[in-house]
């Protein structure tokens, strides 16, 4: 790295404060020389000392080193983004430790840089890394902006939370579509929050003081679909004794939100294709048409263009439904949104249930991001509620997360065949050992400590099981 170097890296396009957490001083002063001129660059020599910084100053990077005297950086960065899950975290490493730089990922950093250092090379990282905080910013001031129309809290619209890139772009486009009466198709996996983006798109909309009617289709007898959307007259069939008002009626002036629309018979999908287009519709059994001021937003976890081609689901009721397209991503392409989400929801089932519980362990957390959440949101807002009244401490902890989410391994093989007690229990027992090998980097002396047990006794079921370092000799099991 020389000073000719410096001169011809490109700038940073803002300014911002980035953290350097590395035991050399060479290094610090190095990255200090690129940064400065651009960025405030603090520095810390430990990840203690890094961690007593930033209970006092906000950081939007932290650049943590890998190997340091005593906690490795892999170690530190959960204590980090559980400080603040906003601050960004890029892990430092050699070479030819990719291995430790994956792991890192799917811990919660941002990116990962390896030594040694290319000057471009951390200045783009830096850069892109400060652009994602300036757009998280954005979405802090449109929410502030929002808030006298009653949308959301700090975290989020109405109930939604998250700062992933693809959030912040959900909560602009709420932004820019709440107040026009445009139709919203909203898609994504179930469990993604599809009806809080709606609820959200209603409560910052001028319709916010009339009624948001939530009906889930796939949810109502087909035989009564047609009564519950649009009503039936007296004696429209057996057991209709009286006129009935239908959904959309119910929603008169506010907004009605079809969740499941994928399922709604091809029948029905004609009728709801004349309320969209003639704003008005006809009760079951009735022979006048009846005028609706209702706004309409549909959602469906379905592929609809599929569901087009194969011929079921019209598709120009397709075309008139998808004006406005809001797809809401699973939450395992969002992990970074995790902690935010483990917080929001451990203090909503506190105050609810009437329990002290403040918070996660570090290692509650990082089972609950490592862990992919087929269920999405739902799923774990359940875990989380589960874990917050069979804590037994303020502080949640790992034997509180329920095992498939914990140890999702150790129940994918409880779900295969029966097996004998002894052979069940050794598998179990390998799977933890190795999993909390991982955990320690393979270091046996810590894993040992972590499982309560002496290193020979971890040192001897590597060697009962085969089972040897990655990388290592033969002979090695892992490193003492």
Request: with cysteine; aromatic share 4%.
């Amino acid at each position: 790295m020389t000073a000719a170097d410096m001169l011809e890296a490109p700038t940073l396009s803002r300014r911002g404060t980035v953290m350097v957490v590395d035991d050399e001083e060479g290094v610090r002063a190095s990255i200090r020389a690129i940064l400065e001129d651009t960025c405030e660059v603090l520095e810390a020599e430990t990840g203690a000392d890094a961690l007593d910084q930033l209970r006092t100053r906000e950081v939007d990077l932290v650049m943590l080193d890998q190997r340091m005297p005593g906690e490795p950086g892999i170690d530190v960065l959960p204590r980090v983004k559980a400080a603040d899950p906003s601050t960004l975290v890029v892990l430092a490493t050699a070479v030819h430790d990719v291995r430790t730089a994956v792991e890192a990922l799917k811990r919660g950093a941002y990116d990962y840089i390896t030594k040694p250092f290319d000057v471009d090379a951390i200045l783009m990282l830096v850069e892109r890394a400060l652009e994602k905080r300036a757009l998280e910013r954005q979405v802090l001031g449109l929410q502030a902006a929002l808030q006298p129309a009653g949308v959301g809290s700090v975290d989020g619209f109405e109930g939604l939370v998250g700062r992933h890139p693809e959030m912040v772009r959900i909560y602009q486009l709420i932004s820019q579509i709440a107040t026009t009466p445009t139709t919203v198709l909203i898609t994504g996996e179930s469990g993604t929050g599809k009806e809080l983006v709606a609820r959200a798109i209603h409560q910052s909309s001028d319709r916010r003081g009339h009624p948001f009617v939530a009906v889930n289709v796939a949810a109502l007898p087909e035989a009564l679909v047609e009564s519950e959307l649009f009503g039936h007259e007296k004696g429209a069939f057996t057991g209709a004794h009286v006129r009935r008002l239908g959904r959309f009626e119910l929603a008169q002036g506010g907004t009605i939100f079809l969740d499941e629309i994928g399922s709604l018979r091809l029948d029905l999908q004609t009728k709801l294709l004349r309320a969209l287009q003639e704003r008005e519709i006809e009760r079951l059994g009735g022979a006048r048409p009846v005028a609706v001021d209702v706004r309409v937003l549909a959602a469906t976890n379905l592929n609809l263009r599929a569901a087009v081609r194969e011929r079921a689901f019209r598709e120009d009721l397709y075309y008139r439904l998808n004006v406005v397209p809001v797809h809401v991503p699973p939450l395992r392409e969002r992990r970074e949104d995790i902690p935010r989400l483990v917080d929001h929801f451990v203090r909503k089932y506190a105050r609810e249930c009437r329990r002290d519980v403040r918070g996660v362990s570090v290692g509650a957390l990082d089972a609950l991001t490592r862990y992919a959440w087929p269920g999405n949101v739902r799923e774990l807002e359940n875990a989380i509620q589960r874990a917050v009244v069979l804590a037994r401490e303020t502080v949640i902890q790992l034997q509180d997360v329920p095992l498939d989410v914990a140890m999702p391994e150790t129940v994918s093989l409880l779900a295969e065949d029966a097996l004998p007690l002894r052979e069940a229990c050794d598998q179990f027992e390998r799977q933890y050992v190795l999993r909390t090998l991982e955990r320690a980097q393979w270091n046996v002396s810590r894993a040992a400590r972590q499982l309560g047990v002496h290193r020979n006794t971890v040192l001897v079921k590597l060697a009962s099981w085969g089972v040897h370092r990655p990388g290592a000799p033969e002979g090695r099991s892992a490193t003492p």
